[in-house]
T-cell receptor
Framework: KNEVEQSPQNLTAQEGEFITINCSYSVGISALHWLQQHPGGGIVSLFMLSSGKKKHGRLIATINIQEKHSSLHITASHPRDSAVYICAVWYTGNQFYFGTGTSLTVIP | GAGVSQTPSNKVTEKGKYVELRCDPISGHTALYWYRQSLGQGPEFLIYFQGTGAADDSGLPNDRFFAVRPEGSVSTLKIQRTERGDSAVYLC???????????FGQGTRLTVV
């Protein structure tokens, strides 16, 4: 079964804290997306990765193919980081499978 | 355009009416996806186009839903005899090819009253 699990489901952090969001999937994948969705807004692609680690500014994404696990880290979190973060994976078919999302709130 | 454009951004329609939702992908992207997201849920796959053809329409919930991409660029999602349960945000994404990085539009919020 093509499942994608995220944790935590909800996360509240103080401004400046280091944040980690986790994503686990059930079978081998070809690639994984981390996406950001603001309330009422569309979805923005943060990263696509199939191995190793990627970094954009304060965001870092890692993936461990053997353990079928990826993490999204946010360093020095800021209230503007408040959003829903979604992990989506490519299996071998033609569609993404989405996790249920992690709702992040960063308090000033 | 620079990104994926979806129109309209909001659509309110009466139950039983017909609606069309448009997606204008990034130029040159051959792959196009439609997803539907209900409140508090993750996106649900509807259909995938590779070029002009629907390569996978297994996510369309029933025969009231249909999508076209006649020239391999703009796509239109068509919903007949709308029902209140069709209310959702309809998301479109495009990518250069299958299983490459996808870029999403802002979505069309459909409300059926």
């Amino acid at each position: 079964k093509n499942e994608v699990e995220q944790s935590p489901q909800n996360l509240t952090a103080q401004e400046g804290e280091f944040i980690t969001i986790n994503c686990s999937y059930s079978v081998g994948i070809s690639a994984l997306h981390w996406l950001q969705q603001h309330p009422g807004g569309g979805i923005v692609s943060l990263f696509m990765l199939s191995s190793g680690k990627k970094k954009h500014g304060r965001l870092i994404a890692t993936i461990n193919i053997q353990e079928k696990h990826s993490s999204l880290h946010i360093t020095a979190s800021h209230p503007r980081d408040s959003a829903v973060y979604i992990c989506a994976v490519w299996y071998t078919g033609n569609q993404f499978y989405f996790g249920t999302g992690t709702s992040l709130t960063v308090i000033p | 355009g620079a990104g994926v454009s979806q129109t309209p951004s909001n659509k309110v329609t009466e139950k039983g009416k017909y609606v069309e939702l448009r997606c204008d992908p990034i130029s040159g992207h051959t792959a196009l996806y439609w997803y539907r997201q209900s409140l508090g849920q993750g996106p649900e796959f509807l259909i995938y186009f590779q070029g002009t053809g629907a390569a996978d329409d297994s996510g369309l919930p029933n025969d009231r839903f249909f999508a076209v991409r006649p020239e391999g660029s703009v796509s239109t999602l068509k919903i007949q005899r709308t029902e209140r349960g069709d209310s959702a945000v309809y998301l479109c994404a495009s990518s250069l090819g299958a299983r490459t990085e996808a870029f999403f539009g802002q979505g069309t919020r459909l409300t059926v009253v």
